[in-house]
Nanobody, 115 residues
Framework: QVQLVESGGGLVQPGGSLRLSCEAS????????VGWYRQAPGKERELVAR???????NYADSVKGRFTISRDNVENTVYLQMNSLKPEDTGVYYC?????????WGQGTQVTVSS
């Protein structure tokens, strides 16, 4: 079992920044991969960024150059640094982890980009 707790969402103006955190209940190194997904109203959940056990990262084209995924192995936390935020980045952001053959999700954190 893996519990994931997200935090760091909020309301921010266009062009602003936020840092999301996903704290895992077990060592990050025990997980196959951790990803950030988002779901906008009326849309399907989509991958935003992902980091694998080996440290490889991949990003959605829409966030490349603006978002950075990273991890703190001591704190068992994966971060998503979001810069130059746009209104279309608005949504609920979820943390997802794969452990063995199982997938786990956090409860989500709301990000709203609006003036």
């Amino acid at each position: 079992q893996v519990q994931l707790v997200e935090s760091g969402g909020g309301l921010v103006q266009p062009g602003g920044s936020l840092r999301l955190s996903c704290e895992a209940s077990r060592s990050i190194f025990s997980l196959n991969a951790v990803g950030w997904y988002r779901q906008a109203p009326g849309k399907e959940r989509e991958l935003v960024a992902r980091i694998t056990y080996g440290g490889n990262t991949n990003y959605a084209d829409s966030v490349k150059g603006r978002f950075t995924i990273s991890r703190d192995n001591v704190e068992n936390t994966v971060y998503l640094q979001m810069n130059s935020l746009k209104p279309e980045d608005t949504g609920v952001y979820y943390c997802r982890a794969t452990y063995g053959l199982s997938t786990y999700w956090g409860q989500g954190t709301q990000v709203t980009v609006s003036s």
